[in-house]
């Protein structure tokens, strides 16, 4: 019987070995930029430093929905202000009515805070001068929703605020421009028919790479149910 030799096991030469290790680094590092590329870019469309915060778009969303349903249905606007760094155009005070309140109804107040540190709310001064210890505390750059009944609900809708203004109209459409009552230009509140909200955020940081481009949105005007001045 003739024994056939078996072939040689054949193997890489040092030229291979370094070319194939050229090549799966180049792999490797393709795969490392891809994955900080998508991280990068998953902070910026987050618009927050939080990954458990919803993105300024959702944001956006939950604070126009929230805003029209109310203004909707308020049964009342009022027109005094909380004792708080505040102006008609940074605030918003609604009477709405509400089954869950003895008296049938509930004070939502919407209040912007563009300073740089949060701001606190006594409620027992803006509900019925009752002492109490309730305090509301109002973010920075944030714009917050507060129940002002015995539940005390607040709720921030939208935070990294650039700007938020609400606008007030005339049954005709003309804008309200001045709040002031002490000023000799200052008629009345009592003929607003509209209100609309206008906002602008952006988020990340800059440091890091991660700020995102400028989120603006607005409401249409909203009519009131009812425009009756509680107060």
């Known amino acids: 019987m003739k024994v056939i030799p078996s072939a040689k096991t054949a193997g890489f030469t040092l030229v291979e070995v370094l070319i194939g290790l050229t090549l799966s680094l180049m792999v490797m590092g393709a795969v490392l930029s891809g994955y900080v590329f998508l991280g990068r870019n998953f902070s910026r469309t987050l618009g927050i430093s939080s990954a458990n915060e919803p993105t300024l778009e959702s944001q ?19 027109t005094t202000l909380p004792t708080i760094p505040d102006t008609f155009e940074n605030l918003l005070k609604l009477k709405i009515p509400s089954t869950s309140n003895s008296s049938g109804t509930s004070t939502i107040l919407y209040y912007y805070n563009p300073a740089s540190s949060s701001v606190y709310l006594h409620t027992s001064d803006v509900i019925d001068g009752t002492p109490d210890a309730t305090t509301v505390e109002l973010f920075s750059h944030s714009l917050t929703r507060v129940v002002l009944d015995t539940s005390r609900t607040t709720q921030v809708l939208h935070r990294s605020l650039l700007s938020c203004t609400f606008s007030y109209y005339d049954s ?57 001045q509680v107060r």
Do not use: C, E, H
């Not at 400028?214 to 409401?219: C, E, G, L, P, R």
């Open 60 to 78: 956006g969303r939950r604070t126009l929905s929230s805003f029209m349903q109310d203004v909707r249905m308020a049964s009342g606007l009022i």
């Open 172 to 228: 005709s459409g003309n804008p309200y421009t001045v709040f002031d009552p002490s000023s000799s230009s200052f008629s009345s509140l009592s003929g607003i028919k509209q209100i609309a909200i206008t906002f602008s955020s952006q988020g990340g940081n800059v440091a890091n790479g991660t700020q995102t481009p400028v989120y603006s949105s607005a409401s249409p005007r909203v009519i009131l149910r009812n425009t009756q």
